[in-house]
Nanobody, 123 residues
Framework: QVQLVESGGGSVQAGGSLRLACAAS????????MGWFRRSPGKEREFVAY????????YYADSVKGRFTISRDKSKSTLSLQMNSLKPEDTAVYLC????????????????WGQGTQVTVSS
């Protein structure tokens, strides 16, 4: 069974940092592009960051650019998201996804999803 499992979420004060991880099991995603999205109450799933299969290119939402860093360790089949200078508006459930078949910002194009990890940032 193919699974993506996120971890590392929690509660922090504004200005703090968290590092999220996404572990893959059941198959290798070393040849697949992957991304992070987030979901807040009353909002559609929002693109956060994307990384190509090689890790050579990354893309970010304007709202997180310069604060978040996406990376991957293909040998360990893990995807990470380093989040610095967190703001209350970053509060959301963060989900990792793999194998996009459409534009990387389009969440409907991703084939595999994790269940998500909650990030709460207080002011």
């Amino acid at each position: 069974q193919v699974q993506l499992v996120e971890s590392g979420g929690g509660s922090v004060q504004a200005g703090g940092s968290l590092r999220l991880a996404c572990a893959a099991s059941g198959r290798s995603f070393s040849g697949s592009a992957m991304g992070w999205f987030r979901r807040s109450p009353g909002k559609e799933r929002e693109f956060v960051a994307y990384i190509t299969w090689s890790g050579g290119s990354t893309y970010y939402a304007d709202s997180v650019k310069g604060r978040f860093t996406i990376s991957r360790d293909k040998s360990k089949s893990t995807l990470s998201l380093q989040m610095n200078s967190l703001k209350p508006e970053d509060t959301a459930v963060y989900l990792c996804a793999a194998e996009p078949s459409r534009w990387y910002r389009d969440y409907e194009g991703y084939k595999y999803w994790g269940q998500g990890t909650q990030v709460t940032v207080s002011s």
